[in-house]
């Protein structure tokens, strides 16, 4: 069933139509309709529990859906044979929300790993690229022979991001990638891949809770509630709703903050 009236659209990176997500009796998502546009960087904002990282990981095909259909750069992942499934995979970058890095292994090894196991890389040949995309992560390059446990939040964030840069991803899944960090350094974290979008060209899903990513980065907001997607528009747009939740946390004081230093940042 799709809902809304929905239809297919060529520039849609990802379609979710219909989707349905049971765990025993909790029913999470049911009809729940979704786009992320090639090229933009799409919020995912709800309350707790509302299915956000469910959602990302039913993308990602980790998670089987109980109904409708996911499709990623035209393709239902559900249909594909393993090769061509692993073939779209390559295609996404993912940052969990909790890094998981190899601990034992520094964030160059860490890097590496990816171009070995699935671009067929040797380690030496992987080496360079690896320090690219340290440095693309906005690391120094000495933090490449670090272990995770030496570095700062902010910059195990910047290497999980660096490792999920590996393979030159299409599309980037972020899952609360600012949790945890102080407000420069979240506000940091966001002006990166607001330009690593612009740079690479990437199309971006980022599952937040933070109201000054929504503001400073996102091109469209998408609100689960009430187990779909009740809105999927551009922030101004969503903003003005009158759903309860969305009014909450939007014109609440947090939001009317962030809108505030949004203007004030010229965004
Ligand atoms: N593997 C699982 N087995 C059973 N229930 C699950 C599983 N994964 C998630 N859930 C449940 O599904 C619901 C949605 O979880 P999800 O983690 O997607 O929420 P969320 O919107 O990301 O929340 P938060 O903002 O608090 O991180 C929750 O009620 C959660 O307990």
Known sequence: MHGDGLVSAPDNVVEVRGLVTRFGSLVVHEG???????????????????????????????????????????????TLAPRERSRVERRFGVLFQRGALFSSLTVAENVVLPLVEHAGLTRDEAAPLAALKIALAGLPADAGAR??????GGMVKRAALARALALDPDILF??????????????????????????????????THD???????????????????????????????DDAWVRDY????????????????GN
């Not at 786009?35 to 039913?58: N, Y």
């Not at 947090?254 to 809108?259: P, T």
């Open 147 to 152: 272990l995770p446990a030496e570095l700062s």
């Open 32 to 78: 729940l309709d979704l786009d992320v546009r090639h090229g933009e960087i799409l919020g995912v904002v709800g309350g707790s529990g509302t299915g956000k990282s469910v959602l990302l990981r039913t993308i990602l095909g980790l998670q089987k859906p109980a109904g409708g259909s996911v499709r990623v750069f035209g393709e239902d992942l559900a």
């Open 174 to 207: 972020l899952d609360e990638p600012t949790a945890g960090l102080d407000p420069i350094g979240a506000a940091a974290f966001d002006r990166l891949i607001a330009t690593l979008r612009d740079a690479l060209g990437l199309t971006v899903f980022v599952v």
């Open 250 to 265: 939007f014109r609440g004081p947090r939001g009317r903050a962030a809108a505030t230093a949004s203007v004030t940042e």
């Open 211 to 241: 109201l000054d990513t929504l503001y400073a980065i996102t091109d469209r907001v998408a609100v689960l509630a009430r187990r779909r997607v009740i809105l999927n528009a551009d922030l101004a747009t969503v903003a003005q709703s």
